[in-house]
């Protein structure tokens, strides 16, 4: 992932399950103390409280989930204190299990999306221009190329030239400040340094493609917006408005600069006005007001537009939404939310701006709950104490060493046959506890940003973590939202397998229905809502594709399942009835097409397995192109480019040499493939290569 490239999110290995519970607890004589101390380590990182006795793993008090603004500073101090008073013994291991959470899966992050229709007034324009692929139409999300029909602009970090081995295996001395190539020479190592492009973004004349040429070029490089004339650069720290009706001559109108410690975590391009959720690590002295921009600029936030859940949740990051005009770059409008910066996505619509965050129930409430009501196993008078024991205002960790006295006493107190009786069943019954309360445990919160004055207008909850944007959708007032409970690192004692669900929630983001328990012991690879229908890809040994019917929001069912080799972790809908799936089957990339006409009998009907280890869509979807008129898709792998016929079989037509291929536009019947040092332009009517473009240095 590079900064400039903030929306992307890559994830690593699993962690292995953790064992029973009832061994931890009793696995030393005498006092208990490393005992349950091993699963506070695995899972205390909050102190949200659940009721005891409530058990309903799909909806939350409506108090608890609601969130509201600081008063002041001082107010903004002491719910970080709160938050993170019960923690303060366990803060290392936390931290740690946060890094290793962070990449808890293998599955790449990937979205779908449609292409957005373009309609071009000039005379003498193109009929038929792509967009980005985006997961809503009227939403145009940032990209390293954007075009209008005419030209195309082209944003590069750097690039190496196709040297032979010798030269591109050697050292490169700094290139993060090199904006202009220097000629192949001799490092101070020693060893030959290949030439490195300029940093920048390309602006390249495409239409006609006689005329292909490199006309202009910014310094500035980033993901791109186009705007009508309006080039909109959005770096990790600073957002460029640059004027390109003259592409010759681009001219910078305006620039934001981010503060130190800022960044750009997500944009949008919707209705004529920029959305940017900008992230920024909380200071904890002096944590607000703060400036999100560069206080020249003057985008203050001041602490009574910064929300947070009223409970309090371990936060490190403060995440603001800005509204600004990409004619000037002015700020009209911002709002801010407190979240922990695990697992924080955003998912944007037509409707507003949905920022989630995943928190834990409190362990000591959800072991209370456990031994008091649940257990059955401890006599009366042990039971007493530990509810006497729970009505104390005192910290967690204190509360949790006194149930380490409590229960290491009562163990003490029986005979030495029974103490292993006991031991087998309370064993026995915390996995049993652990299978019925795991939606209980890891929740996702959603707090809705409503356009177009950013103002906080409902916030909920779903059991359980989401893997990106694209597992969210809203439709017809209500949100869908695809999840994974369990797995990865379990609930703080048990063998817990994974399993997924999915949840649709009203407008006030209250759950009306759910779909629970497919694919157990694996985990969501993708996600993709279509209408009422909904599509997953869940994955562990084999792919599970699966059809949801969510025409009842009071009533989704599962309705169609296939398991096949391999997983897709991208979907895409081809018309109404055939969606396309890619990923990998062992080593090599794989494309699929399902065939969802009876969606309680989806079909694999084509499978078209490439040579190649690796595609960047595994990455994007920003990668992915479809052209519906040509019934074609390109897809780049291991730096080839293909363009793929879905016809009526998954057919390669075309294969780009090796340019390292990035993206590919279409404009009418020709598509221009984008690579690191070379565009080549295809005509679609033949599939063959009829002009090239190599980059100036």
């Known amino acids: 992932m590079t900064p400039n490239d903030p929306e992307i999110e890559t994830f690593g290995s699993k962690m292995d399950a953790p064992r029973p519970f009832g061994k931890y607890i009793f696995a030393l004589s005498g006092v208990l103390l490393l005992v349950i101390g091993i699963f506070f380590i695995y899972k205390l990182s909050n102190s949200q409280i659940s009721p005891f006795g409530q058990h309903d793993d799909t909806s939350k008090p409506a108090d608890e989930m609601k969130v509201e603004a600081f008063k002041s500073k001082d107010d903004f101090i002491g719910y970080l204190q709160k938050a993170s008073i019960n923690t303060s013994m366990l803060t290392n291991g936390v931290r740690e299990l946060a890094d290793l959470n962070s990449l808890k899966l293998q599955a790449p992050s990937v979205g779908f999306g449609d292409q957005m229709d373009s309609t071009i007034s000039e005379i003498q324009?193109?009929?038929?221009?792509?967009?980005?692929?985006?997961?809503?139409?009227?939403?145009?999300?940032?990209?390293?190329?954007?075009?209008?029909?005419?030209?195309?602009?082209?944003?590069?970090?750097?690039?190496?030239?196709?040297?032979?081995?010798?030269?591109?295996?050697?050292?490169?001395d700094d290139v993060s400040n090199v904006e202009q190539s220097q000629p192949s020479s001799i490092g101070s190592s020693g060893m030959i340094r290949p030439p490195v492009r300029r940093i920048g973004t390309r602006i390249i004349d495409s239409f006609p493609s006689e005329e292909l040429a490199e006309v202009?070029?910014?310094?500035?490089?980033?993901?791109?917006?186009?705007?009508?004339?309006?080039?909109?650069?959005?770096?990790?720290?600073?957002?460029?408005?640059?004027?390109?009706?003259?592409?010759?001559?681009?001219?910078?109108?305006?620039?934001?600069?981010?503060?130190?410690?800022?960044?750009?975590?997500?944009?949008?391009?919707?209705?004529?006005?920029?959305?940017?959720?900008?992230?920024?690590?909380?200071?904890?002295?002096?944590?607000?007001?703060?400036?999100?921009?560069?206080?020249s600029?003057?985008?203050?936030?001041?602490?009574?537009?910064?929300?947070?859940?009223?409970?309090?949740?371990?936060?490190?990051?403060?995440?603001?939404?800005?509204?600004?005009?990409?004619?000037d770059g002015s700020v009209s409008t911002h709002a801010s939310f407190i979240a922990p910066s695990y697992q924080a996505i955003t998912y944007i619509s037509p409707n507003g701006v949905f920022l989630t965050y995943t928190y834990n129930e409190n362990v000591v409430q959800f072991v209370m709950d456990f031994l008091i009501n649940e257990a059955n196993i401890l006599p009366y008078d042990v039971i007493k104490k530990l509810t006497q024991l729970n009505s104390y205002e005192i910290s967690d960790s204190s509360k949790m060493q006194e149930v380490y006295v409590i229960l290491d006493a009562?163990?003490?107190?029986?005979?030495?046959?029974?103490?292993?009786?006991?031991?087998?069943?309370?064993?026995?019954?915390?996995?049993?506890?652990?299978?019925?309360?795991?939606?209980?445990f890891e929740r996702t919160g959603i707090v809705k940003f409503a356009f177009p004055d950013l103002e906080v207008t409902q916030t909920g909850s779903v059991?359980?973590?989401?893997?990106?944007?694209?597992?969210?959708?809203?439709?017809?007032?209500?949100?869908?939202?695809?999840?994974?409970?369990?797995?990865r690192m379990g609930i703080p004692w048990g063998n817990t397998e994974s399993v997924n669900d999915v949840y649709v929630l009203d407008s006030s983001l209250k759950i009306t229905g759910s779909i629970k328990d497919l694919g157990l012991s694996e985990r969501i690879y993708s996600a993709r809502f279509?209408?009422?229908?909904?599509?997953?890809?869940?994955?562990?040994?084999?792919?599970?594709?699966?059809?949801?019917?969510?025409?009842?929001?009071?009533?989704?069912?599962?309705?169609?399942?296939?398991?096949?080799?391999?997983?897709?972790?991208?979907?895409?809908?081809?018309?109404?009835?055939?969606?396309?799936?890619?990923?990998?089957?062992?080593?090599?990339?794989?494309?699929?097409?399902?065939?969802?006409?009876?969606?309680?009998?989806?079909?694999?009907?084509?499978?078209?397995?490439?040579?190649?280890?690796?595609?960047?869509?595994?990455?994007?979807?920003?990668?992915?192109?479809?052209?519906d008129k040509h019934k074609v898709f390109f897809l780049p792998a291991s730096g080839s480019g293909y363009i793929i016929s879905y016809q009526d079989n998954l057919k390669t037509i075309f294969k780009t040499s090796p340019i390292n291929a990035k993206r590919a536009v279409y404009i009418n019947d020709l598509m221009y493939i984008v690579g690191d040092d070379k565009l080549i332009v295809v005509d679609e009517l033949t599939w063959t290569e009829i002009n090239s473009l190599v980059f100036s240095q």
């Open 297 to 327: 600029q003057g985008v203050m936030v001041t602490c009574d537009t910064i929300y947070h859940p009223i409970y309090p949740v371990s936060a490190d990051n403060i995440y603001t939404v800005i509204k600004i005009n990409p004619d």
């Open 463 to 487: 059991p359980g973590t989401i893997l990106n944007q694209f597992s969210i959708d809203e439709y017809q007032n209500n949100l869908r939202v695809a999840t994974t409970i369990g797995g």
């Open 530 to 627: 279509v209408g009422d229908k909904g599509y997953l890809v869940t994955f562990k040994q084999i792919d599970p594709f699966y059809v949801v019917d969510l025409s009842d929001a009071k009533k989704p069912t599962m309705v169609g399942e296939l398991k096949i080799p391999g997983y897709s972790s991208y979907l895409h809908p081809i018309g109404d009835n055939l969606v396309l799936g890619i990923g990998m089957d062992g080593s090599k990339v794989k494309a699929s097409m399902f065939d969802v006409s009876n969606p309680a009998l989806p079909v694999e009907k084509s499978v078209l397995s490439l040579d190649e280890y690796w595609s960047d869509i595994q990455n994007t979807h920003h990668a992915f192109l479809l052209d």
């Open 410 to 440: 009562y163990r003490m107190s029986l005979k030495e046959s029974d103490r292993d009786k006991f031991q087998k069943e309370i064993e026995s019954k915390s996995e049993i506890y652990t299978r019925d309360h795991i939606r209980e």
């Open 125 to 172: 324009s193109p009929d038929r221009v792509s967009q980005t692929n985006v997961q809503i139409a009227a939403l145009d999300e940032p990209d390293i190329i954007k075009t209008d029909g005419k030209s195309i602009f082209y944003s590069q970090e750097y690039g190496y030239l196709y040297e032979p081995f010798e030269l591109r295996s050697g050292i490169v």
């Open 216 to 295: 202009g070029f910014i310094n500035n490089n980033g993901n791109l917006l186009l705007d009508d004339n309006n080039l909109i650069v959005i770096a990790s720290q600073e957002i460029t408005g640059i004027d390109v009706s003259n592409p010759q001559l681009p001219n910078q109108k305006w620039q934001l600069a981010l503060d130190q410690g800022a960044y750009v975590q997500s944009t949008r391009l919707f209705d004529g006005k920029l959305y940017v959720v900008t992230q920024k690590a909380v200071d904890q002295n002096l944590p607000c007001p703060f400036y999100v921009t560069k206080e």
